[in-house]
Each structure stands twice: as structure tokens, then as C-alpha cells.
């Protein structure tokens, strides 16, 4: 069984464009830039909307490479990663990851985002769409506190003698905040681009009320709760401290997690950035309740429950750096001590502004993103093909894509978001697909070779740009 941490080896534009040393059209098309996808007949699923708005948004792009790529990667989840079927007439949608046959809340629903705008117009990939919300809900409802499953109830995981309760059906069980809060975000995301409430029944409104308490669960204010975690492992971020309830904590009210969206553990279990999307996703789960399904009591319940922990996190999670000045830090325990770095994997400081948590000129985001994107942040790297975030998860020198793909996501500045663009092409080794990570020096060393999410959330950039930056599609990158 393959597993992440070891699937590894495998007048205004044209001025920023020369700016940048990049030139405008010209060249004629590379006939090697063939489409790397499967055939038609060997697709997971086909959406009429998602191949015209591939053949729309490629014929709006100058850089034949960047087109390929984008032709390759938006659809790789329904290519590649998609499971289909209906029970009792209701759709459910199994995702995995990509080399990973298990699909995690956090990954599936980041997989299938770009394509919620297009569920209007097709009914099918509206179907598929809610499938992936329903077969959510079974999941949260088996185990809240896990991050990944499997499509079989029975299945017994590779992972079944971590030091936790395991139970069939759940592939790992690193409790990771963000896991949750992508659950309600895909739900949200779902009912505000079609407008269907019919997947917020009886069973999702049971799950959304257990996510709700295990959060306050894990506030721990008067108690450790229920959840621990420890795993025989040879890297120290595969468990954690104390026993598996991580390190001590001053019980201020933020929501712990043992794990970040990197499946590496937390140092400090109050993470920032995931306690961040906590208060976004509790503000949407409000409105969901309150305008979907008119229960004001639980929209009430869920807007003072966003509002306590963003007042928390105003008070404790604003902090001086010696260089940085003051940003908000990756971790914290409430003693005052505090973790200061940025990790690629989102939820992360860069994502705020993505995740809706704060705008993208708010000064503690606008310092916190100079620190993130600096060496002052121990996993930003450079070498001779680019710069960007890494994190522990593969160790330093290498460069998640994914953070570069947010740095672009979350940028104002058109240079910028070019460069971001020009690193990505440079460094997708040939394959025309994006990578997990890949090393500073060399991108032939890379590491995931099917990783849907990286590869549909590079295609979401490209959209929100044909979008809202159309010009810079119209530039040919070096």
C-alpha cells in the first residue's frame, strides 16, 4: 500500500511582461503538446461544461505549454479520481486522492471546488457534485475526528495499528481542524452555485451538528476530550506528543488539532490557520442553517460559536516577530510560546484571503504574507530553477507547487502572479502535470505523480485569471 509520505521519485501587461523579460506571442505551436489525458472512453466521468470551458479558456491563452498544462490538469479529477453511483435514487461520489486509493474530506473537496460554478448548466456534474456531499456526510458521520476513507464500509487500513481507535472503513485518523471545515465549505460552495437544498437532509444536518461538537470538544476546556494519536513511525511528524493529546495547552478557547493539512503533526496544537477557516466555515454553516433551512437557533449557534473563536484569536494570535513585525504565527500553545514558520499545504497563512477569513490587504495578512514568501519562514526555499514554501512533509529544498499556485491565487500584482506562472511551467518535469513537490535544484526530482489536487487547483488559477486577469493569458512565458 502506497502512502503520502513515501509515493516520492516519480497600458499595463505588456509593460509588465517586458518587466519581467517575458515576450508577447509569436511562436508557433509545439506539436509535442499533445493531450496527456486519458482516452475519452477510459474517463471516471465526462462534463459537457468542463470540456467547453477547457477548449473556451485554452483558445483565450497565448503560452501553448501553459494551455496544455491547464487542458491536462483541470479535469484530472473527473478523469481520473471519480467513483459514480447511486443508492435509493440519491448520487454518491467516491474521490481518492490519486495514487492513493482513499479519499480525504480535505482533497475531494478541494478537487471538485473549480467545478461547482458549471453545476448549473449540467445536471450530470451537479449530480456528481452532490454525491461528493453526501458520501461526506456518511463519512463525518462514521468518524469526525478522521481525515481520510475508504469507499469499501469494510475495509480494514494499512494504518490499523496506530495507537488511536480505529474502526473499517477509515483509512487514517489524524485529527486535522481543516478536514471538517472543507466538508462545510464544499456544502456551502454547493448550495451557492446551484441553489439546491436537497442534500442538506436529516443525516446532514446530524453531521453537521457532530461537527460542531467535536470542535467544542476540542477546545478542551474541561477535559482532553476523546481523541489521541500515536503511530510507530520513523519520521517524529507522523505522531505526536503526549501520550497522542500533543503538547500542553493554555485552555483559551481555540480548537486544537494534532494534525496540519500536511498530515504532519502540530508542535503547538492551536493552528492558526485552521482555527482561521473554523470561523469562516461556522459563518457559512450559520447562513446554511438559517437561510437553507430556517433553524435560526443553530444559525445563531453557529455565528456565536465563529465569533468567540475569531475574538480569540484576535487577542492571542496576533504576534511581534523580530523581522516580520506583526503577523500571525502558524502555531500556538496560549503560554506565549508560538511557531513561526508557513507550511504550502492550505490551510495555511498564505490561504487566508482564499479562504475568505480576512481581505488581502489587511496589513497583519499583507506582513504575514512577506514573511511567508521570505527566508525569514524556515520552509521558503530557493535554488536554480525557483523559490517558493515547502514544508517538513518532504523535507527541505523541495517546493510544493501548491503554494505557488496560493501565492498567484492570493496576489494583486501582475508581475508576480507571472512569475508564479512561469515557475509552474519550468517545473513540471515534461509531464504537463502538476507535482506534490519537487526539488529546488532539479524538478526530475519530484515527488507524487498523480496528485488531483494540485492539479485541478492549478486549473482553478487559470480560470480565476481568464476570469478576472484575462491579459495575463494572452502573454507567452519564458
Same mark, same amino acid.
Given at each position: 500500500?502506497?502512502?503520502?509520505?513515501?509515493?516520492?521519485?516519480?497600458?499595463?501587461?505588456?509593460?509588465?511582461?517586458?518587466?519581467?523579460?517575458?515576450?508577447?506571442?509569436?511562436?508557433?505551436?509545439?506539436?509535442?503538446?499533445?493531450?496527456n489525458r486519458p482516452s475519452p472512453g477510459k474517463r471516471r466521468f465526462v462534463s459537457q461544461a468542463v470540456e467547453e470551458t477547457i477548449a473556451r479558456v485554452k483558445a483565450a491563452m497565448a503560452d501553448e505549454e501553459l494551455a496544455w498544462m491547464f487542458e491536462n490538469c483541470f479535469?484530472?479529477? %473527473?478523469?481520473?479520481?471519480?467513483?459514480?453511483?447511486?443508492?435509493?435514487?440519491?448520487?454518491?461520489?467516491?474521490?481518492?486522492?490519486?495514487?492513493?486509493? #482513499?479519499?480525504?474530506?480535505?482533497?475531494?473537496?478541494?478537487?471538485?471546488?473549480?467545478?461547482?460554478?458549471?453545476?448549473?448548466?449540467?445536471?450530470?456534474?451537479?449530480?456528481?457534485?452532490?454525491?461528493?456531499?453526501?458520501? =461526506?456526510?456518511?463519512?463525518?458521520?462514521?468518524?469526525?475526528?478522521?481525515?481520510?476513507?475508504?469507499?469499501?464500509?469494510?475495509?480494514?487500513?494499512?494504518? +490499523?495499528?496506530?495507537?488511536?481507535?480505529?474502526?473499517?472503513?477509515?483509512?487514517?485518523? +489524524?485529527?486535522?481542524?481543516?478536514?471538517?471545515?472543507?466538508?462545510?465549505?464544499? #456544502?456551502?460552495?454547493?448550495?451557492? $452555485?446551484?441553489?439546491?437544498?436537497?442534500?442538506? $437532509?436529516?443525516?446532514? =444536518?446530524?453531521?453537521?451538528?457532530?461537527?460542531?461538537?467535536?470542535?467544542?470538544?476540542?477546545?478542551?476546556? @474541561? @477535559?482532553?476530550?476523546?481523541?489521541?494519536?500515536q503511530r510507530r513511525a520513523t519520521s517524529p511528524t507522523d505522531t505526536q506528543f503526549g501520550g497522542g493529546y500533543g503538547n500542553p495547552t493554555k485552555k483559551i478557547g481555540l480548537i486544537h488539532s494534532m494534525f496540519r493539512p500536511s498530515d504532519d503533526s502540530t508542535v503547538f496544537p492551536f493552528l492558526i490557520s485552521s482555527n482561521m477557516f473554523t470561523v469562516v466555515s461556522l459563518r457559512q454553516l450559520g447562513e446554511i442553517f438559517g437561510n437553507a433551512l430556517n433553524n435560526k437557533e443553530m444559525e445563531g449557534e453557529c455565528i456565536r460559536f465563529a465569533l468567540e473563536i475569531d475574538q480569540v484569536l484576535k487577542q492571542y494570535a496576533i504576534l511581534t516577530h523580530p523581522e516580520a513585525g506583526k503577523i500571525y504565527p502558524l502555531e500556538i500553545d496560549g503560554f506565549g510560546n508560538a511557531l513561526f514558520m508557513d507550511d504550502a499545504n492550505v490551510p495555511n497563512l498564505l490561504s487566508l484571503p482564499y479562504l475568505g477569513y480576512c481581505d488581502s490587504m489587511d496589513p497583519i495578512y499583507l506582513n504575514t504574507r512577506k514573511f511567508s514568501l521570505s527566508p525569514a519562514n524556515p520552509w521558503y526555499t530557493g535554488g536554480k530553477y525557483a523559490k517558493g514554501i515547502g514544508g517538513p512533509h518532504v523535507g527541505e529544498r523541495k517546493i510544493w507547487p501548491l503554494g505557488l499556485v496560493m =501565492?498567484?491565487?492570493?496576489?494583486?500584482?501582475?508581475?508576480?502572479?507571472?512569475?508564479? %506562472?512561469?515557475?509552474?511551467?519550468?517545473?513540471? #518535469?515534461?509531464?504537463?502535470?502538476?507535482?506534490?513537490?519537487? @526539488?529546488?535544484? $532539479?524538478?526530475?526530482?519530484?515527488?507524487?505523480?498523480?496528485?488531483?489536487?494540485?492539479?485541478?487547483?492549478?486549473?482553478?488559477?487559470?480560470?480565476?485569471?481568464y476570469h478576472s486577469k484575462p491579459e495575463l493569458l494572452k502573454v507567452r512565458l519564458d
Open positions: 500500500m502506497i502512502n503520502r509520505r513515501n509515493f516520492i521519485k516519480t497600458a499595463g501587461i505588456a509593460t509588465a511582461a517586458l518587466a519581467s523579460g517575458i515576450p508577447l506571442f509569436g511562436n508557433p505551436v509545439d506539436p509535442s503538446f499533445v493531450s479535469p484530472n479529477t %473527473l478523469d481520473t479520481t471519480v467513483t459514480y453511483t447511486e443508492k435509493s435514487g440519491e448520487p454518491h461520489t467516491y474521490v481518492i486522492t490519486g495514487d492513493i486509493d #482513499a479519499m480525504w474530506l480535505r482533497d475531494s473537496s478541494a478537487q471538485v471546488w473549480p467545478y461547482l460554478h458549471l453545476a448549473a448548466k449540467d445536471e450530470k456534474l451537479k449530480r456528481l457534485l452532490k454525491g461528493v456531499v453526501t458520501r =461526506q456526510t456518511e463519512f463525518v458521520l462514521l468518524d469526525p475526528y478522521a481525515n481520510a476513507f475508504y469507499d469499501d464500509p469494510s475495509r480494514v487500513s494499512e494504518w +490499523k495499528k496506530d495507537f488511536t481507535t480505529m474502526k473499517p472503513g477509515v483509512h487514517e485518523r +489524524k485529527w486535522e481542524i481543516d478536514s471538517l471545515c472543507y466538508v462545510i465549505r464544499l #456544502a456551502y460552495g454547493y448550495w451557492k $452555485n446551484t441553489g439546491d437544498t436537497s442534500a442538506f $437532509n436529516e443525516q446532514w =444536518q446530524k453531521a453537521m451538528r457532530l461537527i460542531i461538537s467535536t470542535f467544542r470538544e476540542q477546545q478542551r476546556l @474541561n @477535559n482532553r476530550g476523546p481523541y489521541h494519536f =501565492q498567484a491565487l492570493t496576489s494583486q500584482d501582475d508581475k508576480e502572479i507571472l512569475d508564479c %506562472l512561469t515557475t509552474l511551467k519550468k517545473t513540471h #518535469a515534461g509531464t504537463g502535470f502538476i507535482h506534490e513537490s519537487f @526539488n529546488a535544484d $532539479n524538478p526530475q526530482d519530484f515527488s507524487r505523480s498523480w496528485f488531483a489536487w494540485a492539479n485541478t487547483i492549478f486549473g482553478e488559477l487559470i480560470l480565476q485569471l
